[in-house]
């Protein structure tokens, strides 16, 4: 399982699941990231945390916590 933590700068990647539960999961959702949308893996910040993504055409900052919950291919 590759999750959205592993990708590399510069990646486009699918998601194919949302890990997580309540809370969590509809915050990630309603930011705009849900199943077979598109994210393109921008930048990462120095230390790692956080990373810089585009989707649905904004730009989006995810901590590395919630990153570990989305699921790419």
């Known amino acids: 399982m590759k999750t959205l933590k592993d990708a590399g700068v510069g990646e486009t990647v699918t998601v194919v699941r949302l890990h997580g539960e309540g809370a969590v999961k509809r915050r990630i959702m309603d930011m705009g990231i849900t199943r077979n949308v598109k994210i393109y893996?921008?930048?990462?910040?120095?230390?790692?945390?956080?990373?810089?993504?585009?989707?649905?055409?904004?730009e989006l900052s995810l901590r590395k916590a919630d990153a570990e919950m989305i699921e790419i291919q």
């Open 41 to 58: 893996i921008r930048k990462l910040a120095p230390l790692g945390d956080p990373v810089e993504i585009t989707v649905r055409g904004y």
